[in-house]
T-cell receptor, first 113, second 111 residues
């Protein structure tokens, strides 16, 4: 058990709706990264938050946004959902100054209909 | 884009050593080799990482060639629970760089 928790586990949304996913990092970690994993593909980096600011961003449109709270937990928001946004969304936590491993949560399975 | 090349799939008999190869011919001097695995429907799990020396931990061994252009992950005594997708990732030494996943190797342990 890596200690990273995500909620909800699954959810179903309709095209055009908005969704918020939540992540609590492993105890002692201050950096949260979000990844999207489409079926049969490896995870793709969305963005990373450190000290409540977006530090790095992958090749994702502005419909994807996030937030980090003072307790280091994080949210991923996706607006104007498309069918192609259906995926497993993974959260990973790490220490900001560390170059070592990221610990992943179990993910949130989003289905857009 | 992923900087590594891995076979799409491999089989290994239970109890035998599983050897998973990875090519990373464009690796630079400040980049580590990381291995993660993902068991079905779970988040990726860190296994091991290394720079240029061979590394071993309780899960696996990592053998990196002298020119650092390839590496092999070794699971010494594979069990059915080692069935998973294994990802080889090259990651910068500096900062908390993102992980760039490829499609990995699907390892199936045969009873």
């Amino acid at each position: 058990d890596a200690g990273v928790t995500q909620s909800p586990t699954h959810l179903i949304k309709t095209r055009g709706q908005q969704v918020t996913l939540r992540c609590s990092p492993k105890s002692g970690h201050d950096t949260v990264s979000w990844y999207q994993q489409a079926l049969g593909q490896g995870p793709q980096f969305i963005f990373q938050y450190y000290e409540e600011e977006e530090r790095q961003r992958g090749n994702f449109p502005d419909r994807f946004s996030g937030h980090q709270f003072p307790n280091y937990s994080s949210e991923l928001n996706v607006n104007a959902l498309l069918l192609g946004d259906s995926a497993l969304y993974l959260c990973a936590s790490s220490l900001g100054s560390s170059r070592y491993e990221q610990y992943f949560g179990p993910g949130t399975r989003l289905t857009v209909t | 884009d992923a900087k590594t090349t891995q076979p799409t799939s491999m089989d290994c008999a239970e109890g035998r050593a599983a050897n998973l190869p990875c090519n990373h011919s464009t690796i630079s001097g400040n980049e580590y080799v990381y291995w993660y695995r993902q068991i079905h429907s779970q988040g990726p799990q860190y296994i091991i990482h290394g720079l240029k020396n061979n590394e071993t931990n309780e899960m696996a061994s990592l053998i990196i060639t002298e020119d650092r252009k390839s590496s092999t992950l070794i699971l010494p005594h594979a069990t059915l629970r080692d069935t998973a997708v294994y990802y080889c990732i090259v990651r910068s030494l500096f900062g908390n760089e993102k992980l760039t996943f490829g499609t990995g190797t699907r390892l199936t342990i045969i009873p």
